[in-house]
């Protein structure tokens, strides 16, 4: 993690990093104003703080509620040696709990993640630098020494040198990547998490059979993320990217649109117009793209290249956006290794999906061949160790699909968790299926898996499949258990040359009758995306017309520019949203495609609270009062000040909406309950001194959200490295 520190008055310094800001002080005695505890201390609080982090994920694990337990740390000081301190953690436990649980919480504190590195003992390591800005890399791991040389299947160069080209370009670039987590929690699985540490909301993960190979997919995924712009999906870009000569690729090409709405000429070809605009309800007003929100300028279209006959055809950047998500990315050494790990993604999903919905028994893979493969077998041991029984199955469905399935119980909570991978290679597909199964996961983490069930409707229901798209959580059916499986189990072989696995993987697409089509980058190291329609998407077609994300373009201006809006402007806005028929609970950011500090009230700002909010803004108690309600009953908003300004609003309100109450009478106790600051807010809010009360004023410049900002900033360096190799 990157942290900025800013030099304040005296000998206030404040420290800046992801949407935190932390101010630091010195007491009086060493002439600071001791308006913030010292550096030293906040080193002291961590440790403690995070023994009880554990504590807490422990107890919440086990439905154990902490009200009884406390914790506290000393530190002892060696009187000859300041610097040699002993930290001594006091837990106090009720006598309710059980010895097994007691231990189990001692176990927790033990695994605290800031005692670990303390006494691991961390290397300092203090440079000067020309700029901090400019200084690419935060990175990552020690570099392999020359003689390094480790190959792995399915990888045309050893994991040294491709890992050393990622870097080289992400350094290029000017993006700082940073280590946020490691896990290895069995063998020969590890995972970690990197991000973009000007921009955290930039991140992949990565996961692999050794350190290396994780970070490798790691840095992969991040490099093909940016070279399909995954990380800026459904986000504005800023007004000068919205018009500057491209806003995708300098190869885009723009449709304008008609005057009745129909899908201009040159969008998509006839195999998928049949299967985008089947009734012809397809508009081009619904294919404008979410980041640009360019209306004038048309339809931002990307070129795919059909890969039956090479002709070139035009995918609305929208289109894109709203029903692939991820599917169907890769980077790699070259073209041929990164198709293969595309349409081996593509096949996991879709035989996953399958598998799911239609409530397939698999076959289990046999211990003899599970046997070939030692370091897959001893993760799995690893796994059954710790209590938790682990299901291997071939999911090829009788050889036809290069996919596997291992599938975890767990019996502490009755959840399962099934997990799919896909290669030419079996054993590599069996590997990625153990390592997709513990990506970023603690054993903690497992408890949080659902549990089975038999409601063949909650299984096929298609927001199911979009959670097992995201991170695999959700739910499976009791059939997949079964002791009959409907196919029987293939020891299945694709593997080749990258090319003669590409061409197989091709084959199998062509024999169930669906056409791909394939971008090529070449700008940011070697990345594609292959999409394969009504085959690869994630969301339903018909979220192009019902729910697309470009609803953000009919309130993004609207929502940014609410303070300077006319009476007049905010009844509108208000009388479309609720003519939307949105969902109440839907979040500002999401709506339309904002990243507001998620700690501010712009960032847990809901539909349902901005309307309560424009509405006091309009005089409208009634109105309000109602929504007022909702919130306090319905509401996840944790900034405790919130909540009780609502509290107040809804005292205050039923006051000044009663016929024979006053607030006179009523004020004194309400500003004793609910404090002065508050009850001017409420006041203010309700007689109009006060408008949006909470809300920064920002506009479409988007001043004062730096988190949005760092996005954009991101996105410029995308954005310049390709305008320069284009020579634009």
């Not at 231990?103 to 005692?115: A, N, Y």
């Not at 700082?176 to 000007?198: F, G, T």
């Not at 950011?589 to 847990?604: A, H, K, P, S, Y």
Request: with cysteine; hydrophobic share 40%.
């Amino acid at each position: 993690m990157e942290i900025k520190v800013n030099f304040l008055d005296n000998l206030r310094l404040e420290a800046k990093f992801d949407d935190f800001s932390v101010i630091a002080d010195q007491p009086i005695r060493y002439k600071g104003d001791g308006t913030a505890p010292s550096p030293f201390d906040y080193f002291l609080a961590s440790s403690a703080l995070c023994a009880a982090y554990f504590i807490k994920v422990y107890c919440n694990s086990r439905d154990i509620p902490t009200d009884g337990i406390r914790v506290a740390q000393n530190n002892i000081v060696d009187p000859e040696d300041r610097y040699n301190q002993i930290f001594q953690i006091q837990v106090e436990l009720p006598e309710s709990l059980s010895e097994k649980d007691r231990t189990g919480i001692l176990r927790s504190v033990e695994r605290c993640t800031v005692k670990r590195v303390i006494q691991t003992g961390p290397e300092f390591k203090i440079d000067t630098v020309e700029s901090i800005e400019a200084d690419a890399q935060a990175m990552l791991m020690a570099k392999p020494g020359d003689d390094s040389n480790t190959f792995i299947l399915g990888k045309d160069l050893p994991l040294e040198e491709t890992i050393a080209n990622m870097t080289a370009i992400l350094e290029e670039l000017g993006m700082k990547i940073e280590i946020s987590s490691w896990r290895n929690i069995v063998p020969n699985v590890w995972s970690l998490h990197i991000r973009d540490a000007a921009s955290p909301m930039c991140f992949t993960n990565g996961k692999g059979a050794t350190k290396e190979s994780a970070l490798c997919s790691a840095l992969g995924e991040f490099i093909e993320r940016l070279n399909c712009n995954f990380f800026y999906n459904d986000q504005f870009l800023g007004e000068d990217i919205a018009n500057s000569e491209f806003v995708h690729y300098p190869n885009e090409k723009w449709f304008a649109l008609t005057d009745d709405d129909s899908l201009p000429e040159g969008i998509l070809d006839d195999y998928t117009r049949e299967i985008y605009n089947p009734d012809g309800e397809l508009g081009g007003s619904h294919l404008i793209d979410t980041n640009s929100g360019n209306k004038e300028r048309g339809i931002c279209s990307i070129p795919y290249v059909r890969h039956s006959d090479g002709e070139t055809v035009y995918f609305p950047s929208n289109l894109i956006e709203n029903l692939f998500l991820s599917n169907g990315m890769s980077a790699g050494n070259n073209f041929a290794e990164a198709k293969v790990q595309c349409l081996s993604e593509i096949f996991e999903r879709a035989v996953k999906r399958q598998i799911i919905e239609q409530e397939i028994v698999l076959p289990d893979v046999p211990e003899d061949v599970l046997n070939k493969y030692p370091g897959i077998v001893a993760g799995i041991n690893g796994l059954e160790e710790q209590g938790f029984p682990v299901v291997v199955k071939d999911a090829s469905l009788g050889g036809q699909f290069p996919v596997m399935c291992v599938t975890l119980m767990n019996p502490k909570t009755g959840g399962v968790f099934a997990s799919f991978g896909a290669h030419p290679s079996f054993e590599v597909a069996l590997e990625r299926s153990l390592t997709e199964l513990l990506q970023g996961r603690s054993f903690e983490g497992l408890n949080d898996v659902p549990k089975p069930t038999f409601n063949s409707m909650a299984v096929s229901e298609p927001e199911n499949f979009v959670e097992h798209f995201i991170d695999s959580t959700g739910v499976i059916s009791w059939r997949f258990f079964s002791a009959k499986h409907d196919y029987d189990f293939v020891e299945w072989d694709f593997s080749g040359s990258n090319e003669e696995e590409t061409a197989s993987l091709f084959g199998i697409l062509e024999s169930l009758g669906k056409e791909a089509y394939i971008a090529e980058f070449s700008d940011l190291g070697t990345a594609c995306r292959i999409l394969v329609p009504d085959y690869s998407e994630v969301y339903p077609v018909e979220d192009l017309i019902w729910d697309n994300t470009n609803k953000a373009l009919n309130f993004r201006e609207d929502i940014l520019n609410l303070h300077r809006l006319s009476e007049d402007q905010l009844a509108d806005l208000v009388e479309r949203l609720e003519q939307s028929e949105l969902d109440n609970y839907i979040d500002i950011i999401t709506l339309i495609g904002i990243e507001f500090d998620e700690n501010t009230v712009w960032g847990q700002l809901t539909i349902l609270e901005l309307k309560l909010l424009i509405y006091l803004a309009l005089g409208d108690l009634e109105a309000a009062m109602e929504l007022v309600e909702a919130f306090l009953q319905y509401n996840d908003n944790t900034i405790v000040e919130r909540g009780l300004f609502y509290q107040a609003m809804h005292a205050t309100l039923e006051v000044a909406l009663s016929d024979d109450l006053e607030i006179e009478d009523y004020i004194h106790s309400f500003t004793r309950m609910f404090g002065q600051e508050t009850m001017d807010a409420v006041v203010g809010s309700i007689n109009g001194d006060v408008m949006f009360y909470g809300l920064t004023e920002t506009s479409m410049k988007l001043e004062g959200l730096d988190r949005h900002l760092r996005l954009i900033e991101s996105y410029k360096k995308l954005h310049t490295a390709r305008a320069k190799k284009a020579g634009l």
